[in-house]
């Protein structure tokens, strides 16, 4: 899964508190910096509403949950990344269920 750097995530912290960006399009500039996000709890009301918007817009793409896989929120050139990482996540979900049920 991509991951953010601290670095990053004070840049985008400082830019906020100058006002140069607003906390939503902080939220869609940390996706396209780690390329994939998974969803595997809850988003913000606010987040959701800034990512989706940012979907609509064409600048991420979105896939919704299913069955086992997560929702993912993902920079539109690394789709096959998104689609690598829920595979990842449902392999890893049935290997941790099977063992359970044995």
């Known amino acids: 899964m991509g991951f953010i750097k601290q670095n990053d995530i004070e840049s985008l912290s400082d830019q906020v508190n100058l006002g140069k960006m607003t906390a939503e399009e902080a939220n869609i500039r940390k996706v396209e ?4 996000l998974l969803v595997i709890g809850k988003l913000p009301s606010n987040v959701r509403k800034a990512l989706n918007q940012a979907v609509k817009s064409g600048r991420l793409g979105h896939k919704k949950r299913d069955n086992n896989k997560p929702e993912v929120f993902y920079k539109l050139d690394f789709e096959y990344l998104a689609n690598h990482e829920r595979n990842e996540y449902e392999k ?5 269920i099977s063992g359970i049920l044995i």
């Open 33 to 36: 910096m780690q390329r994939v």
């Open 92 to 96: 890893n979900i049935l290997k941790t």
